[in-house]
């Protein structure tokens, strides 16, 4: 059975067909976002109930997918990318032409948006955070995670700007530059700190997992 797994940081990326079907992300933020959505489309009754159908298959698709240990993990990618194009398939089915146009015209104000923030934005926040949750640092190692977190958004920026590459190849880049700040932070940060800033990490993950089981979870009646 074909089965997509749904972004966990999808309730930030683009507005699209997967916003209307979504169900693996943090629940609050992608319900309201959902409605909002299907209020901007005016969408009548039917066509929410089509909707909230396809995202409920969805979510018993991707369960069975997860519960299937047959599969090897490129055949599980095959799957993801074929019920991907299965879902945008049925969406389009449900929505009028008008609609699917003017939810193409949402995910470009998005998309602007995102770009929007530039790499030294991205790095100041980072900066800003690293300093709020590791102690003791001192001025130079202030200015050695500035200067690095500058470095790595400046080089996910031109990745995913990028037109040659695939959105496959840009994710496996970007990984690869995350996995080397790791590797450069052992060489700004005392163990305690680095200790520290792998808990905040780490913590992130957790509260990702804790909100994909809050959604997966049946609605209450």
């Known amino acids: 059975m074909k089965i997509v ?20 992300t943090g629940k609050q933020k992608c319900e309201d976002k959902r409605a909002h959505v299907m209020d901007e489309l005016n969408l009548s009754d039917d066509q929410r109930a089509e909707i909230d159908a396809l995202r409920e298959e969805m979510k018993d698709k991707r369960a069975t997918l997860k519960a299937d240990e047959s599969l090897d993990e490129a055949a599980r990618r095959d799957e993801m990318k074929a019920l991907k194009a299965e879902k945008k398939a049925a969406m389009e089915e449900i929505l009028t032409d ?56 400046m080089k996910i920026d031109a990745i995913k700007k990028d037109e040659s590459m695939s959105d496959e190849k840009k994710k496996e880049f970007i990984k690869g530059n995350r996995e080397d700040k790791r590797r450069m932070l052992e060489q700004i940060l005392t163990e305690e700190q680095l200790a520290q800033w792998d808990a905040h990490i780490a913590n992130k993950k957790k509260m990702k997992i804790k909100k994909k089981k809050t959604t997966e979870s049946p609605k209450s009646e």
């Open 98 to 153: 008008d609609q699917k146009s003017k939810l193409a015209e949402m995910k470009a104000e998005r998309k602007a948006k995102r770009d929007e923030v530039t790499p030294a934005q991205y790095a100041e926040k980072q900066t800003a955070k690293m300093k709020e949750v590791i102690d003791n640092l001192t001025p130079e190692q202030e200015e050695q995670l500035h200067a690095l977190n500058m470095k790595v958004a």
């Open 5 to 24: 797994r749904f972004a966990l940081a999808a309730c930030i990326v683009s507005v699209g067909f997967t916003s209307l079907a979504q169900e693996d």
